[in-house]
């Protein structure tokens, strides 16, 4: 296995989780809510008045944080990334990202963030099964097909 050294950023990744943390923090402790961003689009699905607007706000925030980025930050720090899939595969992969989230009951950033945090089987039970189904797509993909 080679890792791609001028792609590898293990520091932007750090700062990312780092971020992702505060913000998952923040949210629990302002509202008693879970950072699962597939929970909070759900909401949205069936909104109800006190709930929505916080939901709106957080998923556009979610959406605009790219064109913040690439407003502030050096142009050397922002790399777009590369896939190398047809349009097909990736509607595909996302149709099966979408299953399996909504078979294991959220997503990695609820149950891999704050479901681990609060030490929940469920979620360490979930996390597994999302990087070890990872771990095997990328091993049959580069190795079998």
Known sequence: MDIDWHHFTPGSSLL???????????????????????GILEGLLTPTSEDSPWR????????????????????????APRIDASWAVVIVAGLLVGFGTRWGAGCTSGHGICG?????????????SFMCTGFITVFVIHHLL
């Open 56 to 79: 709106l706000t957080f998923l556009l925030g979610l959406l605009a944080s790219p064109l913040v980025a690439k407003l502030i930050l050096p142009a050397n720090l922002l790399h």
């Open 16 to 38: 990312g989780g780092i971020l992702l943390g505060i913000a998952a923090g923040v949210l629990f402790l302002n509202s008693g809510r879970i950072l699962g961003i597939t």
């Open 116 to 128: 681990l945090s609060r030490l929940s089987v469920r979620s360490l039970v979930a996390t597994l």
